[in-house]
């Protein structure tokens, strides 16, 4: 489904190497926990998912598109296929949780009579329904980030990109997201969470891998990391 082909990227102003010849091949419907450090390049290399960069070498591949060849007026046919979460929930103040949601629909065409049964759907996968006519003011920063979730699965794209989606949680509310994360896993969409907590893969084991200084240091799969997980409480097993 998704395939990264040796990408390396370097961004000359700075002169930073940000990627470094990574591969990795993504199937439809696994979740993923890209790990690293803070500059390790786990944000530059979502962003060359979605063709909000292109890699200085390599290719990357979603599907039927060669992401780094588009133009950019066929980069929406591939966005409509990606939802993107991020760090910070970039609401719109002055529209209420429904709007919030419905917006990324209107501005993409959807037709007005199929607006409101997809929102209300999207606001019930995350359990928001009865917010949809509050402000983000009135919503928690748990909440605020439960409707960036659904303001992202809204139009049933195949891939959810989460980068640090937790970072400016508590680790309560941090673990609640991670569940509603692997919930929209189970309904088939691929996720792909960039993280710098580990303590996640052991909360919900999946595949990990492990970016350091640009370079993937390390790719398990989900059964390779629960042996790793069983192995360290003396127990040699895998599920």
């Known amino acids: 489904m998704i395939r990264i082909i040796n990408v390396s990227k370097s961004y000359k102003k700075t002169d930073t190497?940000?990627?470094?010849?990574v591969s990795i091949d993504?199937?439809?419907?696994?979740?993923?926990?890209?790990?690293?450090?803070s500059g390790s390049g786990k944000s530059t290399l979502l962003k060359h998912l979605y063709g909000q960069v292109?890699?200085?070498?390599?290719?990357?591949v979603f599907d039927s598109f060669v992401v780094n060849k588009l133009k950019s007026k066929e980069l929406p046919a591939l966005r409509r296929q990606v939802g993107v979460v991020f760090?910070?929930?970039n609401l719109l103040d002055h529209k209420t949780v429904y709007e919030n949601v419905a917006y990324v629909l209107e501005v993409t065409g959807v037709e007005d009579h199929l607006i409101e049964h997809k929102v209300?759907?999207?606001?019930t996968t995350v359990g928001l329904k009865h917010k949809a006519l509050d402000y983000p003011s009135d919503c928690s920063g748990g909440e605020q980030q439960r409707?960036?979730?659904?303001?992202?699965?809204?139009?049933?794209?195949?891939?959810?990109i989460a980068d640090e989606p937790t970072g400016n949680l508590d680790p309560r509310t941090s673990l609640l997201m991670l569940r509603l994360l692997h919930k929209i896993n189970k309904s088939g969409?691929?996720?792909i969470?960039?993280?710098?907590?580990?303590?996640?893969?052991?909360?919900?084991p999946a595949r990990v891998v492990r970016l350091e200084n640009g370079k993937v240091k390390s790719d398990r799969s989900k059964n390779h990391t629960l042996l790793i997980l069983n192995n360290t409480m003396g127990e040699y097993y895998v599920i």
């Open 17 to 21: 190497q940000a990627l470094i010849d």
């Open 26 to 37: 993504i199937d439809q419907g696994e979740f993923i926990y890209l790990i690293g450090k």
């Open 54 to 60: 292109n890699p200085t070498q390599g290719h990357v």
């Open 87 to 89: 760090q910070e929930y």
């Open 120 to 123: 209300m759907e999207a606001l």
């Open 147 to 160: 409707v960036a979730i659904a303001r992202a699965i809204v139009h049933k794209p195949k891939v959810l």
């Open 189 to 191: 969409t691929t996720v």
């Open 193 to 204: 969470m960039a993280t710098h907590d580990y303590s996640f893969v052991n909360h919900m």
